[in-house]
């Protein structure tokens, strides 16, 4: 004799759901912080800024080498392409908050987690922005060839 109660399967649960409850995610508001005017202005200026910085520097190759060389003969237009290039970066911070955020009153986990993971993105872009500018100040600061080397070497 069997027990009704016992012998039924339980269901298995999806992947979603559990992933729902192992994550801490809780379901955000559409117009948070920073508000949509700000992510939609960001939205629209941090890809012009990037795409601005990479055209200035579109006419020399993007191999360090020739960046470097570049920049030996063009300091001003080459610094300014990449100030433009790090200023969109790290100016599509706002943008990614609110797209996370839109993204999460649907999917909570896609939401959170995919913004995160792109935050992480931008501001290792901009670890990288410190570091072009420090190969800069070495051939500003040494020549074009101990600079190369030295970057090399890294």
């Known amino acids: 004799m069997t027990n009704p109660t016992t012998s039924m399967a339980t269901p298995v649960a999806t992947i979603g759901a559990r992933l729902r409850r192992a ?15 700000v992510g939609g202005t960001a939205m629209v200026l941090g890809p012009l800024l990037m795409l601005t910085g990479a055209l200035l520097r579109a006419r020399f190759h993007f191999f360090y080498p020739d960046q470097l060389a570049a920049y030996e003969r063009h300091p001003t237009l080459m610094a300014t392409a990449y100030g433009l290039f790090a200023a969109g970066s790290l100016l599509l911070w706002p943008a990614v908050a609110v797209l996370a955020a839109r993204i999460g009153v649907r999917s909570a986990g896609w939401g959170l987690w995919g913004g995160v993971l792109v935050m992480f993105g931008l501001f290792a872009r901009a670890f990288h922005a410190g570091v072009d500018h420090l190969a800069f100040q070495l051939v500003r600061s040494q020549g074009i060839g101990p600079a190369t080397e030295a970057v090399s070497a890294g």
Do not use: N
Request: glycine share 14%; net charge negative.
């Open 23 to 37: 994550l801490p995610v809780e379901p955000m508001e559409a117009t948070g912080f920073p508000g949509r005017w």
